[in-house]
């Protein structure tokens, strides 16, 4: 089994639905990521948290919601999904700070179709 | 200017060939410096860390040179399973890790 596990694999929905992505890791790590990719714009970092009371905004937060609801489970909604949120979407966990080790443990992915 | 920039390519190689990729980054204060490795269709997984000395894990050499904010990978001796997208990754503030876009490398038989 995947240490870290994402569902839906892909989802296809239509715009204005709300869509809820969920992620569940068995490593341990207390830090715990979203980020989306895009063809010719890469990854880049939605929301993070390092522990279950903490939530912060990244890069990309607008139009997305998360929630900690334990230090295993990681999920990313939206709320009123929209074409442009189009993209593979990916879970990631640390262990501690990335500056030491650098070292992300990716999910294998969702890919989401927001027609 | 981008946080961190990478040529896109893609790097069309034969097998056995040397290939080197760049990234700069825009940050100054970034302190940790990273190679992942995406391979198409796959989530991205740690290649390498570089170091300021520079550092070597067989075929694959890394490189920082910190006044110019300049990072590289060399890889010798490319093989077939080499072809991937490669991910220049730095530091930024509030611990997180930014993303190159990444420089596809595709090596031919």
């Known amino acids: 089994d995947a240490d870290v596990t994402q569902t839906p694999r892909n989802r296809i929905t239509k715009t204005g639905k709300r869509i809820m992505l969920e992620c569940s890791q068995t490593k341990g790590h207390d830090r715990m990521y979203w980020y989306r990719q895009d063809p010719g714009l890469g990854l880049r970092l939605i929301y993070y948290?390092?522990?279950?009371?903490?939530?912060n905004k990244g890069e990309i937060s607008d139009g997305y919601s998360v929630s900690r609801q334990a230090q295993a489970k990681f999920s990313l909604s939206l709320e009123s999904a929209i074409p442009n949120q189009t993209a593979l979407y990916f879970c990631?966990?640390?262990?501690f700070g990335t500056g030491v080790t650098g070292e992300l443990f990716f999910g294998e992915g969702s890919r989401l179709t927001v027609l | 200017r981008k946080e961190v920039e990478q040529d896109p390519g893609p790097f069309n190689v034969p097998e056995g060939a040397t290939v080197a990729f760049n990234c700069t980054y825009s940050n100054s204060a970034s302190q940790s410096f990273f190679w992942y490795r995406q391979d198409c269709r796959k989530e991205p997984k740690l290649l390498m860390s570089v170091y300021s000395s520079g550092n070597e894990d067989g075929r694959f050499t890394a490189q920082l040179n910190r006044a110019s904010q300049y990072i590289s990978l060399l890889i010798r001796d490319s093989k077939l399973s080499d072809s991937a997208t490669y991910l220049c990754v730095v530091s930024s503030a509030g611990s997180t890790l930014t993303f190159g876009k990444g420089t596809m490398l595709l090596v031919s038989p």
């Open positions: 948290s390092f522990d279950v009371k903490d939530i």
């Open positions: 990631a966990t640390s262990s």
